[in-house]
Each structure stands twice: as structure tokens, then as C-alpha cells.
């Protein structure tokens, strides 16, 4: 046992203490140190054995009172044990400021390192320990520069102090110039061999920062050989075994944590990696003990970040948001850059997100990209982020990226595919349809909602069978196969009943007693409806109102579902069960604007005008009068009154077209890409005259209306084909209707029939004209409108045929029969008109059966004239016939002459010229006279009268035109009735032709006069009236009117169109999923938006 | 059960092909095709080769109905002006020329033993009923118009009637109308029976089942097909598929198939047991206004035959097999 001996003063003896011994009261010691006056060296042993003992009160104690000031002035030249003293004292204090937690006696401690260094300093300022300790206290406070001075200032004396170089190399190490710090560890153990095992673990963390990680576990395990008890060395040897990743190499890491952890409880960075493993294996209560220990233990910023990440992590995973929130924050507070430790951020991130705060969220995963910026799941998290605050386009370049990293990320293609939906559909396809092939390689089950969105897009992009393909592997089974297979028949109902057919579940009912599973789970509600949607388009009516009908047998609240049925109905004209089934959805919800603009629509088509206008006002007002299909409804609806009330009041008129433009414009001021407010503003300026501008717009809207299959507007076109007709250009509208009949109406439309006849009409092209009116006939049997129609344009034809100046008798006989036709139209007619099929006035009607029959006498006259002079002229071919012969004859004769010349000489050649001559005489004769010279005569007086009737018609035209404002059907009739006083004046025209042969001058006068006469009324009258051209350009109002109508038909299937389009944005993947929903809803708002564009 | 195509005669007519029925055959010559165009002429033409026989002329504005008495030897024509031509298949001889004003002429159908002839009234919505050996009007079956307090103009048009058939046994006669409603006669007593509800659009063809008097078919704007039991008032079944109007519907003699012809420009097979389109053929260019089915009988003639007539102008003949 070893003890030390302190010599008594003035005596040769000797005082031994034994130094495990030591009294517990140092002042016992300190008495004898004092009292003998021991040598200094004496006095830091004892202080160093009670350290050593962990007597620390003792040894401060005593190495307190060995620098006092007695002391100094008591041993004033034993200079270097006074050094050491005040040195180990500094250390001490040193060593108390490096572990105390608490910042304001931490200062303190270091105040007292300083003060105690700067003493030993002033005792001798080269002593190399207190330079090696003031290095030290530095190093402890974090001043690596000056604590590099203060050791390179002792190697500078001395290159080989060990203690110098262990503390150059922990400032290296701290600088991160681990090289350099490797160095001096390895010069330091050069120097010294045996130095404690600290050297080496220095070294091994040199070498793990290098990434040696070989050399380095060599060094650590060194260290344990030296000191089994390092807890450093286990713990940097446990993490070296964490890090291999392997479920063995971890079990290693644990089982050495746990040591060191047993060997000293007090470890940070033990409790923390002991945190870690027990958050994965889910032991949370631990997890938040060995982290709060951490927490109490150290005060290494990095350290307790970690501690803090742990703490929060847990909370996170429990699902306190709040808590992990705070902790995630206090770890972020100890970091001083995102890369040194970034997983907090990222949890800050998620946690946020979770609460809502989306900024902080983002500038956190922002943190996170900076560090990593090939990080998957950060970029599609910010993607999500992107997305919810509307930056699509930053969202899609990193989401792109997420794909570029890892092609085989099945999620994130669903998350750009999901992106892509509202802008590009195409590119959508593609990143579903690689999700959904990485998914299937994988053997994982597809979503339904994956699968519902594919078949979406393949239905708006018209590849209908493909769709359909696709949500029928979405359904998979059940029982809505055996309606798609056609194995479950309809049962036979009543005819009467079956008018409610689309209303009836009993079928589900019996199919449920014939042991049918009717079920039909939530998930699959979307995809249903999408295909019974897609069935509609593919014309499976029937299939697809079953469909809808299980829906509403399992979810009675399905709305949509109602609605599409109720548009089934109304497609088929079964207007009374439409408004029921409107009024179910209605009863789900009383505010729904779909349902709510339906019913307005039906009600308009039952000419429930009050009710209807009641009806868009609810809707605009259950959406705050953001829902556009209302307020252009509403539009419509005044534009209808505007062209209904126009005979009974002008003013009125005028309001409500100026109402229904303000409407339209109100809707184009939110959506300004609305197509059908644009062809809504259209009309209303067309209505106004300002057809450039209208005709603009109708083009352009036409161009934007094509390409997408749920947008259907035929009205454009028709509205563009009127521009055009009432500009004259009648060509171009020609073409423009039949287009739009063959594209959107299969031809069957009667009503644009009429409307091309009309431009037939107006083109003067009468057989066009006739057969498209036949044709509308033939389609639409019950108007006898058209009927009438085909009268008066096959009587205008056989007026005008007959005045033409050169016809065949062809063209006069197939007047006759066209005017027989007439006849025989017109009088049917008026025989049906006492059974009232139509509203014609009978007086009229057989006014124009008398006109028709009187032209048909003409005609018939006309015809007989000539047919004469049809014989006539087949008589002068005859003539002109003979004479060719005879010239003939002549020739050949005198061939003949020359050939005879010869042998008969000249004795008969006299006789024969004669009689050739007089031959000749006798043709020309006869040639003279059959040239009826009355001919020409007639047909000058023809030219008069073509002259007079053109004028005629040109002041006819003017008249029809004012008459066109009124409703179609309305305006044939007047125009008809113009058409007859005008024939009725050519009739008297066309009497005097054929009639009067001999006062035939006379009555041109008078003819003329009675023009003028005529011109000039005709001239005041336009003058006392509106201006006619206004009224001109006015003229397709009637017709777009009708097709306003029309199209609002169109309109609300639109509108139901919105939903399969929204539904798959209904739908959402898996992560981040409330998030989600908002983005999701937004991207459909937007997309319903875009669709009410599309409808306007 | 198909149909595969054997021939088509674009430009068979100058305009319109309007309507189509078969002529049936005769100890002398098999069975012709007999059309109607809005050329205002009536064709004559011989399977397979859909060979023209004769041009029919005389009628005014478009042929709108054509009709084949069961024996083969007399058909008749009917035109938008409302005359019914009656005339000799083999010579064209006029035999007899119809009108009933103010009644105008849509579909017309002999009855299966041949002694009447029922023609849709139109407007007069009623079916006037010609006997074929006097050609005397005989009776007109007059839809009841719908009791309200004041008959509308608007109501009455409704019960404009387009279309009728017998049924295979002569008992029944029903008409389709243009709003949709059906209504069937008891023909021996000249009595109207019931409607069958369910269309609310123009019903413009209408057959019996050849093998079941109860079964009639009907074709509408509504693009649908349905299938009535006719005597007990009851809706089989609605069978959609058609992109357009339905405008003509035929039932194959053996009584398993109907084809139909729609505005959509295609013809469709339908499978009555699957109660399914089984097939669709597009060969059309335009609107398939008429669809008929070869009656069984002639020499030697037992394959199946479907003819198609468009607004295309052309005419499509098919073997039914």
C-alpha cells in the first residue's frame, strides 16, 4: 500500500500517511502539511489521491489552501510546484465548466479555470502545462483558434509534449482537419507508447470521419483491450455495428449499447441510439425514459437534437402531433445547419403538414431537398405541397424528377399521373399506366381509385372500350356483371309501369329472393358510376340506368345518380318522370344547383316559363351565384323572353336582351374561357346587328368547342351558319348546316332542314330547296309547317321558271307538275285544316291554292306555247334538215355531173341546173315563210316584265326580312304570306303576259305606274318603320333562339358530364391523404370550372 | 347467328332511299327487292346479284312506303302527296290508286292472308284499311285521342300515326305514333284495345313476332328498341344500343333475331334470347331508313336474306345465317 512521507520540520522524522487512508476531513491533512511545512509536491499528491478517490471536496480543499496567498508568499521559489497546483486546479474547473449544463455557472467554472491559469501564468510564463491547460479551457469553450495557439505555443518548445499534441489534434478533430488530428494522435502515441487508450479513440474517430471504417474498429477495439470499460469505445463500436445494417451487425451494435449503457448510465449517446432501436421495435415508453435521461445528461447541441428528434419522433408515431411538433422544433433549435442532422426537419415537415401549416412545412422539406436533393419522398411531399398552394407547374417539375430518380416509385408516377390529370391527360395516362404496370410487376393489388382514374382519361379521350376494360377490372366481381353479361334478365312489367322504369329497384328486390348477392361496397360506388356514365356515351342506355338504379338501391343519396337518370329519361323525352326523379335528388338535397338547374331545364321545356326563371334563380342562389350554368341559364332565359315578347313590346324586348347580355358577360368575367357565355354574348350581338364581331366570336368558340367529347355544341355552328346566311354568303352557310346536321344530328334535325331550305330559298335554288324540305317532311311527318313550306317553294319555283326568258319545254312541263304538287299540298291542307293539326288560317291556305291553281293555268298555257314552239322549232330542224339533204344531193349530183361529164357532155347539164335552182327557190320560200315573226316581239315584252318582277322581288325581300324576327315557325308563315301578295302581283304580271297580246303596250304603262306607284308606298312605309337594315341583320335571331333552346338540353348534360370528370378526383392515394382531398378538391374545382367553361 | 355482307349497289337510286320491303316469291320468279326513294321511283331489284328488274315511275315528291301482297303478285307504293299506287309486280300495271283525304299515307302492311291493306293515316291519327278485292276503304281504326277539356292542337298532333303492323295471325293491328304511344285493334270488331306506353318519341316501324302473335317490336327516336307482350300490355324488355334514331325494325322468319336500322348509319342483329346487339354492320353512309328480312318460300331458296335501304342511296343486301 502506498503511502507518502511528510517530513517533520527541524527532525529527521518522517510523518507517513497511508494513501487509502486519507482522514475524511482534509483539514485534518492540512493541518499537518501546513504545520510541517511539506514540500508542494507532497500536497498535490494528497489532492490528487483524494481526486483519484473521488473525494473532490478534499482534494479542491486542499489545493485551495496550497494556493493561497500564505503559500505563495511562504514558498515563493518553489516555483514549479506552486504552477502545478494552480494548473490542476484550472483542470479541475475546467473540467466542471465542460460538464455543466447550465450556461451561467458554466461560465462561472471557466471564470475560474482562467483565473486560476492566468495565476500560474504570471508565476513563470513558459511553463508548458498551463499552456497545454489554458488550450484546454479553451478547448472546452469552443475557441479552437486560440486553443490551437495555446498549444502550438508548447510545441513550439518542445514538438514532442504529448499533452500538446493530443490537444492540437482534438482542435483538428473539431475543425474537421481530421488528417491533420490523425497526425498528431499518431505522433502523440509515437511519443509515448503507453498512453491511455483516449489517443486511440481519437484516432478512431478520425478514421470513421475518414471513412476507414476498418482502421477505425481496429482502434476502438484497441481501446477496449486497454480499458474494457470504455464507454466511448463501445458505444463508437456500437454504432460502427448499427451501421452495417444487418439484422446481425445490429443485434451486436444493441447488445454493446446496452453494456456501455450498464457500465455508465449517463451516456447521451448511448441513451439516444438505445432510443433509436427502441423506437423501431416500437417500445415507446422506453424510448421517451432513455431520451429524457439523455436530455438530463448532456448538453452537446447535436446530442440533444437527437434526443429531442427521438422524443418527437415518438409522439409522431403515436399520432400527438402537437407534442412531436414541439419536440421536432426544440431539435431543429440545437442544429446549427440543416446537414448536420436533417431528419428533424423532415419530421417538423410531416408533423405540420398534418396540423395544417403548410409555409413552415414547405421551408422545412425545402431544408431537407438542400441536403438531399435526390430525395424521393421529400420531392413528392413537395410536390403534395406545391400542389396545395397552387404552383401546379413547380409541383410537376419535382414530381417529374421523383420519377426520373426511381423509375420504379409506383406511388410516385400516381402522384404525377394525379397532377397531370386536370392539365394534361395524355401525360396523365402515361404515369398512370406506369404506376399501374410497376404495381403489377410487383404483385401488389391495384387501387380501385388507380384503376377508376386510367378508365377516366380513356373515356375522355374517346377510347371507350379501353375505359371500359378498366373500370371493369376496378369493379372485379359482383353483381353488376351479371347485368354487364346480360345473364340477369329484366323482368316483364307492365307497360304503364314501365314509363317508371328508371325508377324502379324491384328488380334488386327479386334479384335478391332469385339468391343474387346485391351488394355493393363503398369503394366502388365511383367506378360504378363512371361506367354506367361510359355506357350512356357507348349508348348501353339500359345497362347503364340499371347501374345507376343498384347505386341508389345501396346509397338512396347518391344525387348523381339520379340526375342521370333523370337525363336518360329526359334524352327520351319522358319529361314527367325527369322532373320526379329530379325531385328525389331534390329531396336528398333541396340546394343541390345541379338538380336545381335540371329541373329549371325541364321546366322550360314544358313551357313552365314563371317556374323555370323561379327554379335558375334557387340555383344561382344556392351557389352564391358562382354557379355559371345558373346565371346563363338565367341569360337564356331573357334572351327567350326578349324574342318572345318582341311583337307585343319593343321595350320590353330591349330589356331583356340588354339583362341576358349582362348575364353572359357576368359569367365571362369569372370564366373567361365560358363557351357558352361567349355564343350567349354572341347572339345577343348578332341580335344588335354586329355580326363581325359575333361571327368572331362564334368562330372561336367553335374551335374551342371541338376536341373533347363531353363538349357537344352544335349551336355555334348553327349560329355561325345564320351569321353567314344573313350576310349573304349563302354557300358557306349551306355548308355550315349540313355539317353541323351530319356531325352532331345524324341528319335528322328537320329544324336545320328548314333552315338550309330557307338559304336555298334565298340562294333562289329550288329544287335544293324542295328536297331538303321533303326530307324534313319525311323526318319531322306531323309538321305540316314544312308542308307548307314545300308549297310555296315549289310554287316560287314555277313563278320563277316561267319567267325566265329562255326555258326548255322541259323545265315548263316539270312546272306544270310542280305546280300540280303545290295545288294538291296546299289543298290537303286546307281540308286537314278543320281537324286543326295546324294553326293555319284555311282563308290563306286557299288563297294560295286559288294563286297556285291560276298559275297552274297559265303554266299550263305557257306549256302548250311551248310545246308550239317546241314543234316549231322541230319543224325549222326539219327544214333546216331537208336542206342539208338537198345540198346533199347537189353535192352528189354534182359528182355525179363531173362523172357523167365525160361521156353525156353538156346536152342534159342545162335542164338539170335549172331544175336545181328552182328546186332551191322553192326551199328558201318555204324557209321564209314558216319564221313566225311575232316571236321576237314576245319575247322583248318578256324582258319588260322580268325587269319589273326583279325589281319586285328585291322590295319583296325587304319586306320578308322584317317579318323574320319573330319565332320560326311564325315567320314562315308571314313570310309566306309575303310571298303571296307578291305572287299575287307577278300572277297579274304573268296574266297580262300570256293574256294581252294586243293592248300589250298599254299595259306595260300601267304596269310600270302601278310599280312606281308601288316602290314609292312601299319606300314611306319602310321609311315610317324601323331601319330596315337593323332589322336585316336581325334576321337569325328566330332560328338561334330555337337553338338556345336546344342547346340548354344540351347544357345540363353537361353538367351532369362534370361528374364522371370530377370523380376520379374524388378519389385519393394513400399517403398524405386529408392533405390530399384538398388538393384534390381545388384540382376539381378547377376542373368543374373548366367544365361550366366548356358549357358556356 | 350473323349476317355477312353479299352486296351493296351504291347510287341504286338518284336520292334518298326511303323504303324497302321484299316481294315474295312466285311460281314463275323468287323474291325481288322492292324499294322507295325520294326520286320519286320504286325499283325492282333480284337477289344475289341485287340485279335492277324495272323502274317503277309516277309518283310525285318521295316514295315514302313500299308493301308486297303476301301472294307476290301485287305490291304497292305510297308518295309524300299522299296517293297509294297500286300496281302489278310483274308488268307494272296500275291496278288501283289510293287516297283517303285528308289523310296522308306513311307505313302500309297487307295483312298475312292478303285481303286488306292497312296504311297509316298520319295526321287523321288513324289506320284506314283498304280491301284488296274491291279496293274500297273498308274501315278506319281511329286512335283515341287523349281526354283533356280542350283537345289541343298541340295534343292532337301527337297521335300523328307513322307506322303498323299485323300480327302473323290477322287478329291484331297495331300503329306507333309520333308521341311515342302504341295502340293495338282487335281488327274483326274494329276496335281499338289498349296503347302500350313506354316510347315518348316517334315509334316509325313496328313488327310482329312471325312466331309469337303477342310479341311485337318497336322501334323509336328514343334509340331504343322495345319488346311488348302485346295482348297483356306488358314491356319485355328496352334494348339500347343504337347511337340514334331507331327508324326501321325487322324480325328474321325463324323468329330468334330482329334487325334494326337507325340513324346512326348501322344495321343491327339482335339476339332475343340474349336480348343483346350481336352484331353491327356499318357499311352505310348515312341514315338506314329501311330493313327487311327475305320471307321464307320460292324455289329452292332457303338461305336467309336481310336488305338494308340509306339515305346514302344505296342498298345493301346480307345473308342471315
Not at chain 1, 507 to 532: G, M, Y
Not at chain 2, 54 to 74: E, F, Q
Not at chain 2, 127 to 154: F, H, N, Q, Y
Request: a negative charge.
Amino acid at each position: 500500500m502506498a503511502s507518502v512521507y511528510i517530513p517533520v520540520q527541524n527532525s529527521e522524522e518522517e510523518v507517513r500517511v497511508a494513501l487509502d487512508q486519507l482522514p475524511r476531513d482534509a483539514s485534518d491533512i492540512l493541518d499537518i502539511l501546513k504545520a510541517e511545512q511539506a514540500p508542494l509536491d507532497l500536497w498535490l499528491i494528497i489532492a490528487r489521491e483524494y481526486f483519484k478517490q473521488g473525494k473532490l471536496e478534499q482534494f479542491r480543499q486542499i489545493l485551495e489552501e496550497g494556493s493561497s496567498h500564505e503559500i505563495d508568499e511562504y514558498y515563493a521559489d518553489v516555483r514549479y510546484e506552486r504552477i502545478a497546483i494552480l494548473n490542476a486546479l484550472g483542470a479541475y474547473y475546467s473540467y466542471l465548466g465542460k460538464i455543466e449544463t447550465k450556461q451561467r455557472e458554466k461560465e462561472e467554472y471557466f471564470i475560474q479555470a482562467t483565473k486560476y491559469y492566468n495565476k500560474a501564468s504570471r508565476i513563470d510564463m513558459h511553463e508548458p502545462s498551463t499552456w497545454v491547460g489554458k488550450g484546454q479551457l479553451l478547448l472546452a469553450k469552443g475557441e479552437l483558434e486560440q486553443a490551437s495557439n495555446a498549444f502550438k505555443i508548447v510545441l513550439e518548445g518542445d514538438r514532442d509534449n504529448v499533452s500538446a499534441l493530443l490537444g492540437q489534434a482534438c482542435v483538428e478533430y473539431n475543425r474537421g482537419h481530421y488528417s491533420d488530428s490523425l497526425a498528431s494522435y499518431k505522433r502523440a502515441l509515437q511519443v509515448y507508447p503507453n498512453c491511455p487508450g483516449a489517443v486511440r479513440l481519437g484516432m478512431g474517430h478520425c478514421y470513421y470521419k475518414m471513412g476507414h471504417t476498418k482502421k477505425a474498429w481496429q482502434a476502438f477495439e484497441r481501446v477496449l483491450q486497454l480499458d474494457p470499460e470504455n464507454v466511448e469505445a463501445l458505444v463508437a463500436l456500437a454504432i460502427l455495428d448499427l451501421q452495417t445494417n444487418e439484422a446481425a451487425g445490429i443485434r451486436r451494435g444493441v447488445e454493446k449499447m446496452q453494456k456501455a449503457f450498464e457500465i455508465y448510465p449517463y451516456c447521451a449517446m448511448a441513451l439516444n441510439y438505445l432510443a433509436n432501436h427502441f423506437f423501431f421495435t416500437g417500445q415507446h415508453f422506453l424510448v421517451e425514459q432513455l431520451t429524457e435521461t439523455a436530455l438530463a445528461v448532456t448538453n452537446h447541441g447535436p446530442t440533444k437534437s437527437h434526443s429531442y428528434y427521438n422524443l418527437a419522433r415518438s409522439y409522431h408515431s403515436k399520432g400527438d402531433y402537437e407534442t412531436a411538433s414541439r419536440y421536432y422544433w426544440a431539435s431543429v433549435k440545437e442544429i446549427n445547419k440543416p446537414s448536420d442532422f436533417v431528419f428533424p426537419y423532415y419530421g417538423l415537415g410531416q408533423v405540420q403538414l398534418k396540423l395544417g401549416d403548410i409555409k413552415n412545412a414547405l421551408s422545412n422539406f425545402e431544408k431537407v431537398l438542400e441536403v438531399y436533393p435526390d430525395n424521393c419522398e421529400t420531392l413528392k411531399v413537395l410536390g403534395h405541397i406545391y400542389v396545395q398552394l397552387g404552383q401546379t407547374e413547380k409541383s410537376l417539375e419535382l414530381l417529374r424528377k421523383a420519377t426520373k430518380i426511381d423509375p420504379r416509385d409506383a406511388q410516385a408516377f400516381l402522384d404525377l399521373g394525379e397532377l397531370l390529370i386536370s392539365s394534361d391527360t395524355g401525360a396523365a395516362l402515361d404515369a398512370f399506366k406506369t404506376a399501374y404496370g410497376l404495381l403489377k410487376k410487383g404483385g401488389q393489388q391495384v387501387p380501385i381509385e388507380v384503376l377508376n382514374n386510367i378508365g377516366v382519361i380513356y373515356f375522355e379521350r374517346e377510347e371507350l372500350t379501353l375505359a371500359l376494360e378498366t373500370f371493369k377490372e376496378a369493379l372485379g366481381d359482383g353483381i353488376w356483371r351479371a347485368f354487364l353479361d346480360g345473364q340477369a334478365k329484366t323482368y316483364a312489367v307492365d307497360a304503364a309501369a314501365s314509363i317508371f322504369q328508371y325508377k324502379d329497384v324491384q328488380l334488386f328486390h327479386r334479384l335478391q329472393e332469385d339468391s343474387f348477392v346485391v351488394e355493393l361496397p363503398w369503394d366502388k360506388v365511383t367506378p360504378l358510376f363512371n361506367l354506367a356514365r361510359l355506357l350512356e356515351q357507348m349508348h348501353s342506355t339500359e345497362t347503364a340506368s340499371v347501374l345507376y338504379r343498384l347505386i341508389l338501391f345501396k346509397y338512396p343519396d347518391y344525387v348523381d345518380a339520379y340526375l342521370r337518370l333523370a337525363a336518360i329519361a329526359k334524352a327520351r323525352n319522358n319529361l314527367q318522370l325527369s322532373i320526379e326523379l329530379v325531385n328525389e335528388a331534390l329531396k336528398v338535397n333541396d340546394k343541390c344547383p345541379n338538380a336545381l338547374s335540371m329541373l329549371g331545364d325541364l321546366e322550360l321545356k314544358n313551357d313552365e316559363w314563371v317556374k323555370a326563371k323561379e327554379t335558375f334563380r334557387a340555383a344561382s342562389e344556392a351557389t352564391d351565384g358562382k354557379d355559371s350554368y345558373a346565371i346563363l341559364a338565367l341569360g337564356n332565359w331573357n334572351y327567350f323572353a326578349a324574342i318572345r315578347n318582341e311583337k307585343r313590346n319593343p321595350k320590353l324586348e330591349a330589356t331583356h336582351l340588354e339583362k341576358a347580355k349582362e348575364l353572359y358577360t357576368r359569367v365571362l368575367v369569372q370564366h373567361t374561357a365560358n363557351l357558352y357565355a361567349a355564343n350567349g354574348a354572341g347572339v345577343v350581338l348578332a341580335e344588335k346587328g354586329h355580326f363581325d364581331v359575333s361571327k368572331d366570336l362564334f368562330t372561336q368558340v367553335q374551335e374551342a368547342a371541338s376536341g373533347s367529347i363531353f363538349v357537344q355544341m352544335p349551336d355555334v355552328w348553327i349560329n355561325l351558319a345564320h351569321v353567314y346566311f344573313a350576310q349573304g354568303n349563302f354557300a358557306l352557310a349551306v355548308k355550315m348546316y349540313q355539317n353541323c346536321l351530319r356531325k352532331f344530328y345524324n341528319n335528322t334535325d328537320s329544324q336545320i332542314l328548314l333552315y338550309l331550305a330557307r338559304t336555298h330559298y334565298e340562294a333562289e335554288q329550288w329544287q335544293e330547296c324542295k328536297k331538303t324540305l321533303l326530307r324534313a317532311i319525311h323526318l319531322a311527318p306531323s309538321n305540316y309547317i314544312l308542308r307548307f313550306d314545300a308549297g310555296v317553294a315549289m310554287q316560287k319555283f314555277s313563278a320563277s321558271t316561267l319567267q325566265k326568258t329562255k326555258r326548255t319545254v322541259d323545265e315548263v312541263r316539270s312546272t306544270v307538275d310542280e305546280l300540280e304538287n303545290a295545288v294538291r299540298l296546299f289543298s290537303q291542307l286546307s281540308a286537314s285544316s278543320n281537324l286543326q293539326f295546324h294553326g293555319f288560317d284555311e282563308k290563306k291556305i286557299n288563297t294560295h291554292v286559288e294563286y297556285c291553281k291560276h298559275l297552274l293555268e297559265a303554266a299550263k298555257v305557257h306549256r302548250e306555247a311551248a310545246e308550239r314552239e317546241e314543234q316549231q322549232n322541230r319543224q325549222r330542224q326539219e327544214v333546216a334538215r331537208q336542206m342539208a339533204l338537198a345540198e346533199e344531193a347537189r353535192r352528189k349530183a354534182e359528182e355525179q355531173r363531173k362523172f357523167q361529164l365525160e361521156r353525156r357532155k353538156q346536152e342534159d347539164e342545162l335542164k338539170r341546173v335549172r331544175q336545181q335552182e328552182e328546186h332551191f327557190e322553192r326551199v328558201k320560200e318555204q324557209w321564209k315563210s314558216s319564221t313566225p315573226g311575232s316571236k321576237r316581239r314576245d319575247r322583248s315584252e318578256m324582258d319588260d316584265d322580268e325587269g319589273a318582277n326583279s325589281e319586285k322581288r328585291r322590295r319583296k325581300g325587304g319586306k320578308k326580312r322584317r317579318k323574320e324576327k319573330s319565332s320560326k315557325s311564325h315567320y314562315e308563315m308571314e313570310e309566306t304570306e309575303a310571298d303571296m301578295m307578291d305572287d299575287q302581283e307577278e300572277l297579274e304580271d304573268e296574266d297580262v303576259n300570256v293574256n294581252d297580246g294586243e293592248h300589250r303596250n298599254q299595259r306595260n304603262d300601267h304596269d310600270e305606274n302601278e310599280n312606281a306607284e308601288e316602290n314609292a308606298q312601299e319606300l314611306l312605309a319602310a321609311a315610317g318603320l324601323e331601319d330596315s337594315d337593323a332589322e336585316d341583320e336581325a334576321k337569325p335571331a328566330p332560328a338561334t333562339s330555337r337553338r338556345r333552346r336546344a342547346w340548354s338540353e344540351s347544357d345540363d348534360e353537361e353538367v351532369l358530364e362534370r361528374k364522371p370528370q370530377s370523380s376520379p378526383v374524388q378519389e385519393n392515394s394513400t399517403e398524405l391523404q386529408e392533405s390530399d382531398g384538398e388538393i384534390r378538391e381545388d384540382v376539381d374545382k378547377q376542373h368543374g370550372d373548366a367544365v361550366v367553361d366548356d358549357e358556356d | 347467328m350473323k349476317l355477312a355482307g353479299l352486296k351493296s349497289i351504291e347510287n341504286a337510286h338518284d336520292e334518298s332511299v326511303w323504303a324497302a320491303t321484299w316481294v315474295p316469291a312466285t311460281t314463275s320468279r323468287p323474291a325481288l327487292l322492292l324499294t322507295g326513294s325520294l326520286d320519286e321511283t320504286v325499283k325492282l331489284w333480284k337477289p344475289d346479284e341485287l340485279h335492277l328488274e324495272r323502274t317503277n315511275t309516277g309518283h310525285c315528291l318521295g316514295v315514302v312506303a313500299v308493301a308486297a301482297h303476301p301472294s307476290g303478285i301485287i305490291a304497292a307504293s305510297a308518295s309524300l302527296d299522299s296517293f297509294v299506287r297500286v300496281f302489278d309486280v310483274d308488268t307494272n300495271a296500275s291496278i288501283a290508286t289510293l287516297e283517303a283525304p285528308p289523310s296522308e299515307v306513311w307505313q302500309m302492311q297487307f295483312d298475312p292472308k292478303g285481303t286488306t291493306l292497312a296504311v297509316a293515316g298520319g295526321g287523321s291519327a288513324s289506320v284506314k284499311l283498304w280491301d284488296t278485292a274491291t279496293w274500297k276503304l273498308i274501315a278506319s281504326l281511329s286512335v283515341p285521342r287523349p281526354e283533356g277539356p280542350k283537345p289541343s292542337d298541340k295534343n292532337s298532333s301527337k297521335k300523328f300515326v307513322l307506322s303498323v303492323s299485323w300480327s302473323p295471325d290477322g287478329r291484331r293491328l297495331a300503329c306507333g305514333s309520333m308521341d311515342g304511344t302504341i295502340s293495338v285493334f282487335d281488327v274483326a270488331r274494329a276496335k281499338f284495345l289498349h296503347h302500350l306506353e313506354g316510347h315518348f318519341m316517334p315509334v316509325r316501324s313496328l313488327v310482329y313476332s312471325p312466331i309469337d302473335p303477342r310479341v311485337l317490336f318497336s322501334a323509336s327516336d328514343d334509340a331504343h328498341v322495345h319488346m311488348y307482350d302485346a295482348e297483356g300490355k306488358s314491356m319485355i324488355t328496352a334494348m339500347s344500343g343504337h347511337a340514334g334514331w331507331v327508324l326501321s325494325v325487322d324480325a328474321s322468319p325463324d323468329g330468334s333475331a330482329i334487325a334494326t336500322g337507325s340513324s346512326d348509319r348501322t344495321v343491327r342483329l339482335w339476339d332475343l334470347n340474349m336480348r343483346a346487339a350481336v352484331q353491327t354492320m356499318s357499311n352505310h353512309a348515312d341514315q338506314v331508313w329501311g330493313v327487311a328480312f327475305r320471307p321464307p318460300g320460292g324455289t329452292g331458296v332457303r338461305a336467309g336474306r336481310l336488305a338494308s335501304v340509306s339515305d346514302d342511296k344505296s342498298i345493301s343486301l346480307y345473308d342471315y345465317s
